[in-house]
């Protein structure tokens, strides 16, 4: 009944296991075949990189909802604003972000960070004083509180989702996993502390979870496509 901690040291993260915990997992290599049902398929219509009504407007308008770029140091309430941010297709986890507490660049001064594969979700606190960004895509404020159209299907190696906005509660399964390379986690915020985590999993075969309607965000890394079965 223990769980797992994602734990990053400079820009490399690695899967702590702080206790035993048995469930599913979810995250695989990105893709849902570009089935508009999808999770993934619905993030990327809302990256930087085009809205899903094209031409120069689109462009224009999707610019315009960048709050800051993915390569940078920021002081907060300066350069960055308190409130929760999103960035979208990011591959290969080399996107890597920190929250901070100073600028001395000791391990001391971290209060959270991440490597992001897909998306990525994070809330800047009033409290932090810095928040990294290296490798990223650009930033954009999103209202945590938002509904949208929810799918029923997520790409394995997403990242994170939006329950309620990028994906439907219910269960879903992963199958055909190996190596415990499929990493999934829910979460009750997106500060990305160990208090966060309502349950997570290393999972090799077949996964199983149940999202709650009351969780907010559902990560999974490393994991082949979830399809939701209940």
Known sequence: MGMKGKVALGAVVGIVVIAAVSANSGDGDGGSDGKSSSASAQQSGGSKDGGSAGGSDGAKAAEKKAAFEGDGDFEV???????????????????????????????????????????????????????????????????????????????????????????????????????????????????????????????????????SASDAYFKTVGCEDWQKTG
């Open 77 to 211: 309430g300066s350069d960055v604003k308190p409130g929760t941010y999103r960035t979208t297709g990011n591959s290969g986890g080399m996107c890597y972000w920190e929250r901070a507490k100073d600028a001395s660049g000791e391990l001391d001064s971290l209060l959270a960070n991440d490597n992001v594969s897909g998306t990525g979700y994070v809330t800047v606190k009033a409290t932090d004083k810095f928040f990294k960004s290296n490798g990223c895509n650009d930033w954009e404020a999103v209202d945590p509180k938002a509904k949208g159209d929810p799918a029923s299907e997520m790409a394995g190696d997403g990242g994170m989702f939006a329950v309620g906005t990028d994906i439907a509660p219910g269960t879903y399964k992963s199958t055909g996993n190996t190596d415990d390379s499929c990493y999934w986690e829910r979460s009750k915020n997106a500060d990305h502390s160990l208090e966060s985590i309502l349950a997570n999993d290393n999972v090799s075969g077949t996964g199983v979870v149940k999202i």
